[in-house]
């Protein structure tokens, strides 16, 4: 079958071998191993998505959907093949990879997800990094790859249609090509820092580990996580223009914008099922609701009997779109307010999934501005 081949290596195996010790020095493999010297770099991680890639509510109930497939998941997931219970080796058929019980499996490294080695396991078991100038306990593997966006392609960039009803649809990295951008992912994605790797270690230009992206939790935001959140500068910068003044009756123009101004890449990019929603609101000067809108900026798909692509309005790379808006104005003053939010999946969908308490959305802005009458 030649839908394998097209998949790529990453999904037909674990990027971490079976069995695999530790490296030298290290007592062991795990995130928490890591952080009792990478204090910083493990606290930031573990708020992050990649953190949550394993134990993701909606994750968890999508991968028990359809069992035989479950293991390509895995190997994007926890891709380290010890966080897998069962071993498995593709044969190109999808839902019959050759299946063992895997005896070095480790259920609280499956619990970390996308864990410090699915990025930084080197050559022969040494600790891939970008300096070559440390002195680590443990082997280091000198790669001054680790600071190119190939090292996230792997998992973001993976298009594919394995069956009918069972897709991949992550192009963000070559939506990041096509944008002729000339920063990486890390560079937005993994903000510098000046601080030391390790407690009482020299200071270094340190790449901050929180991956933040739509800044959509995954569970609700714990105390200590707030202020990591807010550091969250969403891409789209929203602005309303509007005339100052216009006379009860007549015909008023305005417009919405949203301009995609800090990703190199479509926003939203990456699942299929996250949109952006803005909603205009259009209030008289009792409060009473005039008039609404709604603009939903995503893709569409159907997913039965075959997954398909029907539409795709998100917003380009410094892309502006108008989305203009008109209404008679009110006797007295008129008051225009503005809601836009990012959602990973629809109320309706999360409903249907059973995901009561699971945060579907973000706030990427909210205000409002008033007309007042002419005199
Ligand atoms: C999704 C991939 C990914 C994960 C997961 C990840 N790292 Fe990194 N890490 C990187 C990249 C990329 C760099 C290189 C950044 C640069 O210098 O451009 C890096 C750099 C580092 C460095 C060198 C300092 C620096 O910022 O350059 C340390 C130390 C480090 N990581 C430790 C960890 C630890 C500990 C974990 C787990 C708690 C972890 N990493 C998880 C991708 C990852
Ligand atoms: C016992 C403490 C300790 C543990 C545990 C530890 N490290 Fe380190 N690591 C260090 C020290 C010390 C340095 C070098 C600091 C310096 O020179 O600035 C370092 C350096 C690094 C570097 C940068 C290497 C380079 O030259 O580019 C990376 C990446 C890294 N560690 C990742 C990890 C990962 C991933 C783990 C867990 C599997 C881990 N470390 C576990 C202490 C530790
Ligand atoms: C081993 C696979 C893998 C690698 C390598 C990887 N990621 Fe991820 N990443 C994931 C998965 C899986 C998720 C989503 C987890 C979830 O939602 O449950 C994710 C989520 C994210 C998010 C969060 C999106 C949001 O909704 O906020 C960002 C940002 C991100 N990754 C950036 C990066 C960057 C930058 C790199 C490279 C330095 C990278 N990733 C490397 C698998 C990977
Ligand atoms: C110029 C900065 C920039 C670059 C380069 C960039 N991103 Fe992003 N990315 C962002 C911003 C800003 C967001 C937040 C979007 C939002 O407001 O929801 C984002 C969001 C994301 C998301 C979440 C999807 C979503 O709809 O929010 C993922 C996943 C992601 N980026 C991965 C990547 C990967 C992988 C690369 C490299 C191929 C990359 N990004 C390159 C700035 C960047
Ligand atoms: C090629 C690697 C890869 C494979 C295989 C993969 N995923 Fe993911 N998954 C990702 C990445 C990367 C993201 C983050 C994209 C984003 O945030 O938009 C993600 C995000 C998700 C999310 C969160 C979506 C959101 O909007 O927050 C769910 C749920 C998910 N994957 C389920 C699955 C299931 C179930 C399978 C197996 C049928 C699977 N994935 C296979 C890489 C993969």
Redesign the pocket.
Same mark, same amino acid.
């Given at each position: 079958m030649t839908l394998l081949l097209l998949m790529g290596a990453l999904w037909e195996s674990p990027r971490v071998p079976a069995g695999a010790s530790a490296p030298t020095g290290l007592a062991g493999m795990q995130a928490s191993d890591c952080g009792s010297c990478h204090q910083e770099i493990y606290k930031e991680w573990q708020v992050s998505i990649h953190a949550h890639a394993w134990t993701d509510m909606q994750f968890q109930k999508e991968l028990n959907k359809d069992p035989d497939v479950a293991w390509l998941c895995m190997n994007c997931h926890t891709p380290a093949a010890d966080q897998q219970p069962e071993r498995t080796v593709a044969t190109g058929d999808v839902r019959n990879p050759e299946r063992s019980v895997n005896p070095s499996y480790s259920q609280s490294w499956q619990q970390e997800g996308v864990t410090c080695m699915s990025c930084h396991w080197g050559q022969g078991g040494a600790i891939r990094g970008p300096y070559g100038d440390t002195s680590a306990p443990h082997p280091v593997q000198h790669d001054p790859g680790l600071r190119d &966006?190939q090292v996230?392609?792997g998992c973001? =960039?993976a298009v594919a249609q394995v069956e009918d009803t069972l897709v991949c649809a992550f192009n963000? $990295?070559v939506e990041?090509q096509e944008s002729g951008?000339d =920063? &990486?992912?890390q560079?937005?994605?993994m903000p510098k820092v000046e601080r030391p790797l390790v407690p009482g270690g020299p200071v270094r230009e340190v790449r901050q580990h929180l991956f933040l $992206? &739509?800044?959509i939790p995954k569970n609700s935001i714990e105390p200590g996580e707030e202020d990591y959140y807010a550091q969250l500068?969403?891409?789209?910068d929203v602005d309303l223009q509007l005339p100052e003044r216009a006379a009860s009756g007549t015909l008023v123009r305005g417009t919405l914008s949203l301009h995609n101004a #800090?990703?190199?890449?479509y926003?939203? &990019? $990456?699942d299929p099922e #996250?949109y952006l929603l803005a909603r205009v609101q259009v209030r008289d000067a009792q409060g009473a609701l005039l008039t609404q809108s709604t603009a939903r900026m995503g893709q569409r798909w159907v997913w039965w009997p075959k997954a398909e692509r029907l539409a795709d309005n998100r917003i380009a790379p410094d892309e502006r779109r108008e989305l203009p808006l008109s209404f008679a104005m009110p006797l007295g003053a008129a008051t225009v307010s503005v809601l836009v939010e990012?959602y990973r999946m629809s109320p309706e969908n999360a409903e249907y999934h059973a995901l009561e308490g699971y945060p579907i959305k973000t706030e990427?802005a909210a205000f409002s501005q008033s007309i007042g009458p002419t005199r």
């Open positions: &966006s996230c392609m973001h =960039q963000t $990295g990041w951008s =920063q &990486s992912c560079s937005c994605h $992206g &739509s800044g500068k969403p891409a789209i #800090r990703a190199d890449h926003v939203p &990019s $990456g #996250r990012h990427i």
